[in-house]
């Protein structure tokens, strides 16, 4: 059995290891950021705003659809890593060959319900009679190109969780680049390439995304490695499934949650007037600009303690565990210093309007105070779901995110505006933190952690 492919994690200096794994994972969730922004620009310069506006209404239906898929992968992650920490290869190969089944079963039933009813779901999502035909060509392509968009997240999910960051990158960026020479091209048509419009990104995207499959499933395939990755041939073991599952069904519904009680908070904001609601997407981008080092950060901590649960080295978990805190105390203070110093530079590269401004300046001044919390969560979470305890996040998430701060905004926002809603969502921050530091702390994650056995 070849194993040379990937890390092992069991052995090596926690610190240096910690930060070769995080680099490589926030360098592909910038370049993600840069490949979105690249489309908008091609999209919204050549076809204008009707483009945008299709792109847009499209957007939280294949994010919907990729909660599903992330659930699967990150349970997926958890398992191989383990197994790969364990030294067991063939089990490696054999949860991969299930997990590549299930993803087929998941994607061709939902695939096939969204095509069936994108016109309809289109329709409950109020989307302008205008932009309906170019959002349900620009859909329908989206979704006949998932599996290539699946099958890439799943074999980096793969690679990530055997210790190899940079190969995924490495994919990552030869589509990206394909996909930003592919856009203008197909989009105003060159030589004997007709314009095709939106449709023209969509089928530049599905192209892209199938390159990056092509070239991870053939680096595979040349290093003859224990992880065989094959669509069409089926495995079906119900007790790894039921394993699969009961890891990816939290991580999904977490992702759910996080995005249904954004939606309420949106909500809420948006009653404030105009100005109120431009900011959320301004608090949007910056949220989501500071949370992605720490966010990978807490991804490598995930990675690195799974395999060294796999590998029954407790001990060493905990030593990664105070790492990856002094690491994201590190990140998160450089972060809010930088911020709170320097608002102005921070959201002028967003907007110029002084209300927007104004409210965006005093979400920096609350929230980023406490960043460090955000730093210590992602660890703790990291630590928790490599033990498998996916259903803890979740509960966690729950109580917090959607219960806690729904309430904390209502109550607070009609003495203080949008300062109010800002406190409650630092306030939940604060009390996730807490409780993910005494679930360590009890010791409980360390209960039937060890996938393994």
Not at 121 to 128: C, F, H, Q, Y
Not at 254 to 266: E, H, P
Not at 358 to 384: D, H, L, R, W
Request: hydrophobic share 55%; charged share 10%; net charge positive.
């Amino acid at each position: 059995m070849d194993n040379h492919i990937g890390t092992d994690l069991t052995e090596s200096k926690v610190v240096p290891t910690l930060i070769k794994l995080l680099i490589p994972i926030l360098l592909s969730n910038i370049l993600n950021v840069v490949y979105n922004i690249a489309d908008s620009v091609w999209i919204g310069n050549i076809i204008g705003p009707l483009g945008l506006s299709a792109v847009a209404v499209s957007f939280p239906i294949m994010l919907l659809i990729g909660s599903f898929a992330f659930g699967v992968n990150m349970a997926n992650g958890v398992i191989v890593s383990q197994y790969y920490g364990a030294k067991d290869y063939n089990t490696v190969s054999h949860v991969i060959k299930v997990s590549t089944t299930l993803g087929v079963i998941i994607l061709f039933t939902v695939g096939s319900l969204m095509l069936i009813f994108s016109r309809t779901i289109l329709k409950i999502m109020n989307t302008p009679e205008n932009a309906m035909d170019m959002a349900l060509i620009y859909l329908r392509i989206s979704i006949i190109g998932l599996p290539f968009a699946y099958a890439y997240f799943f074999i980096s999910s793969i690679l990530r969780a055997v210790g190899d960051t940079v190969r995924p990158l490495i994919f990552l960026i030869i589509s990206s680049m394909l996909n930003i020479i592919l856009d203008p091209i197909l989009i105003k048509g060159f030589w004997i390439i007709p314009a095709m419009g939106l449709k023209g990104a969509a089928i530049a995207t599905v192209i892209s995304q199938f390159t990056s499959v092509l070239i991870s499933i053939t680096y595979l395939r040349v290093k003859n490695s224990f992880i065989k990755i094959n669509p069409f041939i089926l495995t079906f073991d119900l007790k790894m499934t039921k394993k699969i599952m009961k890891l990816g069904i939290p991580i999904s519904f977490n992702q759910f949650i996080v995005a249904f009680g954004w939606l309420v908070i949106t909500r809420l904001i948006s009653s404030f007037g105009e100005a109120a609601s431009a900011t959320v997407a301004i608090v949007n981008r910056v949220e989501s600009l500071f949370i992605m080092p720490v966010g990978a950060l807490g991804n490598a901590v995930m990675t690195m303690s799974a395999q060294n649960i796999g590998a029954k080295k407790l001990d060493r978990v905990k030593e990664i565990f105070k790492s990856g805190i002094i690491i994201g105390l590190i990140i998160s203070s450089v972060m809010s210093i930088f911020s709170i110093t320097n608002p102005y530079l921070l959201i002028r590269m967003f907007t110029k309007d002084v209300s927007v401004f104004e409210y965006a300046k005093s979400y920096i001044y609350t929230i980023m105070p406490i960043f460090i919390f955000y730093s210590v969560m992602f660890v703790c979470n990291g630590i928790i779901n490599g033990a498998g305890k996916t259903i803890v996040i979740m509960a966690f998430t729950t109580s917090t995110t959607l219960i806690l701060r729904t309430i904390l905004a209502y109550a607070l926002s009609p003495h203080f505006e949008l300062v109010g809603i800002w406190a409650s969502m630092g306030i939940c921050y604060i009390i996730n933190t807490l409780f993910s530091l005494y679930y360590l702390k009890s010791n409980k994650w360390q209960k039937n952690a060890n996938i393994t056995n």
